[in-house]
C-alpha cells in the first residue's frame, strides 16, 4: 500500500502479520528525511522495520507492549523505501502509523561528481550537509571547485557537524591531489593549499561511517549543515 511522506494511517496487526507500505518522497535534490512512528491500541508490542528501494534493511525498531516506537531515513531524490509493521507478541488489535517529512535543505545537491561539483566563491562559506542517503550511496561525498588567479597559497576550512568526521582532499584541474587534511568527528579541518593559477576541486567526505537511516531523533548532521570556506592568503 502506498503512503505519503506526511500522513497517518490505522490498521489492523494480528497474530502471523505483517503490513507492507511504500513511500516515495519528492523530488528534492537534498532529498527527504523521513519520520515514521509506531503504536499500538494497548497491548501491541511494536516491530518496525525499513528498507530501501531495493528492499535491503536500513533499520529496526522493536518496543514493549503498548510503546511508542520511532525512527528516520534519509531517502534521494524521488526514491522510495519501504515500512513494514510487525508486533513481537501475537495480539488481534489496531495500531496507528504516523509519518512526517521535510526536504533536506543543501541547494549544493547535486553535487556528488567533480563535473557537477558546486561552485565556491573565494573567501564566503558555503553549506552542506554530510550524510548518508536511502537509494543513492554516492550522495555521502560533496563536491566543490574554485578558480585560482594567480599563484599563492590558499586556506581550506572544514566545519563539520555532528557524527560526521571531515575528510577533506584538494585536486588541480587534471584531479590529481594536491593537499589533503583530516579531522574527528563534529570538528574543524583547516590547512593552506599552495595554487597556481586554474580550476581546482575540493572533495568532502567523512571519514566516520553514517547510516541512512536510525531510531529516535534524525542526528545533528542532518539538522545543522556543515561549512567549507576557501581563503587567499
Given at each position: ?30 532529498g527527504t528525511v523521513v519520520e515514521v512512528r509506531l503504536r499500538g491500541q494497548n ?191
Amino acid at each position: 500500500m502506498a503512503l505519503e511522506p506526511t500522513s497517518t494511517i490505522t490498521g489492523c496487526m494480528s497474530r502471523g502479520d505483517k503490513d507492507m507500505y511504500v513511500v516515495t518522497v519528492p523530488s528534492d535534490a537534498g532529498g527527504t528525511v523521513v519520520e515514521v512512528r509506531l503504536r499500538g491500541q494497548n497491548e501491541m508490542a511494536p516491530r518496525l522495520e525499513l528498507l530501501d528501494g531495493d528492499r535491503n534493511r536500513i533499520e529496526y525498531e522493536s518496543g514493549s507492549k503498548g510503546a511508542e516506537i520511532m525512527s528516520w531515513a534519509h531517502v534521494a531524490a524521488g526514491t522510495s523505501i519501504y515500512v513494514r509493521v510487525d508486533q513481537i507478541h501475537g495480539v488481534d488489535e489496531g495500531y496507528t502509523l504516523t509519518l512526517s517529512s521535510g526536504p533536506v535543505a543543501e541547494p549544493g545537491e547535486p553535487n556528488d561528481t567533480w563535473e557537477t561539483a558546486t561552485p565556491l566563491t573565494l573567501g564566503t562559506p558555503t553549506q552542506g550537509i554530510m550524510s548518508a542517503v536511502a537509494n543513492n550511496k554516492d550522495q555521502i561525498v560533496d563536491w566543490y571547485r574554485f578558480e585560482a588567479t594567480e599563484s599563492g597559497t590558499v586556506e581550506v576550512t572544514a566545519d563539520m557537524t555532528g557524527e560526521a568526521a571531515p575528510k577533506v582532499e584538494v585536486l588541480n584541474g587534471d584531479r590529481k591531489r594536491v593537499k589533503y587534511n583530516s579531522a574527528g568527528r563534529g570538528a574543524r579541518a583547516r590547512f593552506d593549499v599552495p595554487v597556481e593559477p586554474g580550476t581546482y576541486y575540493i572533495r568532502v567526505s567523512t571519514g566516520h561511517a553514517l547510516k541512512p537511516a536510525g531510531g529516535e531523533q534524525v542526528p545533528p548532521h542532518l539538522v545543522k549543515p556543515y561549512s567549507i570556506t576557501v581563503t587567499p592568503q
